[in-house]
């Protein structure tokens, strides 16, 4: 029985910088196949760094097809307008994959750390460890772009189980 390949797009929504990686999942195999990040001009009114993101981001998706992608959920810190500002860049993150087509998971940030590190509250330098533990051939270019490949690997250990729910409350 061959196994399925499936391109998974990890993005890590930020307003000034949203990570994305590329890994490919193979069975159990995970391979690393690009990453990066998109930037806003801090310059320009909101909306128009929403733009730049969502253009960006869309030319990445188009460039790389992936064949599904996950989002790091918000995490809500004590500046509401900081906050406010983050939900609104990923409200572009799970746009644009939905627009192309593309299934959209959504992760909390304790779960991505559980899954990647095995600890929930795990520092960044350990998931940008284990990253590369994961992903040999992986050389993140930011820390943007590793927490996006460690969102990449929570979905590809958790996209079994979710494909597996939703047939289940189908049926």
């Given at each position: ?50 733009v730049q ?41 799970l746009l ?76």
């Amino acid at each position: 029985m061959a196994l399925s390949t499936v391109r998974i797009i990890g993005i890590d929504p930020g307003l000034r910088r949203t990570g994305w990686g590329l890994i490919i999942c193979e069975g159990s195999r995970l391979s690393h196949v690009a990453d990066g990040v998109v930037t806003s001009d801090q310059a320009l009114t909101l909306a128009e760094r929403l733009v730049q993101l969502k253009v960006q981001l869309a030319q990445v998706v188009a460039e790389w097809r992936p064949d599904e992608a996950a989002v790091e959920e918000t995490f809500v810190n004590s500046d509401p307008r900081a906050t406010l500002k983050l939900g609104q860049a990923r409200g572009i993150a799970l746009l644009v994959p939905a627009e192309a087509g593309i299934p959209v998971a959504e992760y909390a940030p304790n779960q991505i750390k559980k899954t990647v590190v095995g600890a929930g509250h795990a520092e960044k330098e350990q998931i940008h460890h284990m990253v590369k533990v994961l992903l040999p051939r992986a050389q993140p270019k930011s820390a943007d772009a590793a927490d996006a490949l460690a969102i990449a690997i929570c979905h590809a250990h958790h996209r079994g189980a979710q494909s597996l729910a939703k047939r289940l409350a189908r049926s």
